[in-house]
């Protein structure tokens, strides 16, 4: 293995050993875990070249969620303006400022991710009917 010096600003030092105490751990495993939880996070190759204008962000529950790259909005916002609002490509890219290119690989996306899409539309809908 090889051994690197690393100076850490104080106030992270002090997060990253109480982190690890409470996993009883030393500081050097909780960093070495940390590094490769990150390494194989950036490994993940979830862009896809069929897909330029789609990304994924994390959302607040922590979960990968397609957006529209260099946007906010998520890929089912749009799978939504189309199915259930009956809006065309041209009427969602005016109604969110996109160009139609975005919104028709949203929609091209959606196709090839359809049941992952569907079950998020669904348990967002579940969720909010129970807070209706």
């Known amino acids: ?3 690197y010096s690393l100076n850490l600003p ?8 109480n982190w690890a105490s409470q996993q009883g751990i030393p500081l ?7 590094i490769a939880e990150k390494v194989k996070s950036l490994n993940q190759q979830l862009n896809d070249p069929s897909f330029p204008h789609i990304t994924y962000r994390r959302g607040a529950s922590g979960q990968l969620v397609p957006i ?5 909005l998520r890929v089912q916002t749009v799978v939504i303006a189309a199915q259930q609002w009956s809006l065309s490509p041209s009427q969602i890219a005016a109604e ?8 028709n690989d949203a929609l091209a996306f959606y196709n090839v991710h359809r049941s992952e899409i569907d079950d998020a539309i669904a348990a ?3 969720l909010e009917a129970a807070h209706v």
């Open 28 to 34: 050097e495993a909780f960093m070495l875990d940390a």
């Open 96 to 103: 969110y400022d996109l160009n139609e290119a975005q919104v």
């Open 124 to 126: 967002e809908q579940a």
């Open 68 to 72: 529209l790259r260099g946007t906010n």
């Open 10 to 17: 104080n106030e992270l030092k002090q997060e990253a050993e």
């Open 1 to 3: 293995m090889t051994s």
